[in-house]
Nanobody, 113 residues
């Protein structure tokens, strides 16, 4: 089973940017859909963005126009470029298949002044 390791989180001011990376332990080229999820304190985990092997994407309404998901099958890595960050984006971000199969440690994103 392919496992995922997330990185790139941190503390950023409102309006700032971060790029998250998700490194897979094996090939992702045969995985039809990869996704980023997030879980804020006291809230359920939610789907943020999904990307399919044909390049099509879907986003949570609240991040549309600010976040961009991409995948590099040759590097077995999925990315999430996050711009114009808001305090409500604060959460632990995870990547997995869509639908999800297991979770890694995630990476903390904190948006605060």
């Amino acid at each position: 089973q392919v496992q995922f390791v997330e990185s790139g989180g941190g503390l950023v001011q409102p309006g700032g940017s971060l790029r998250l990376s998700c490194a897979a332990s094996g090939s992702i080229s045969s995985i039809y859909a990869m996704a980023w999820y997030r879980q804020a304190p006291g809230k359920q985990r939610e789907l943020v963005a999904v990307i399919r092997n044909d390049g099509t994407t879907n986003y949570l309404d609240s991040v549309k126009g600010r976040f961009t998901i991409s995948r590099d099958n040759a590097k077995n890595t999925v990315y999430l470029q996050m711009n114009s960050l808001k305090p409500e984006d604060t959460a632990v971000y995870y990547c997995s298949k869509s639908p999800p199969e297991g979770w890694g440690q995630g990476t903390q994103v904190t948006v605060s002044s």
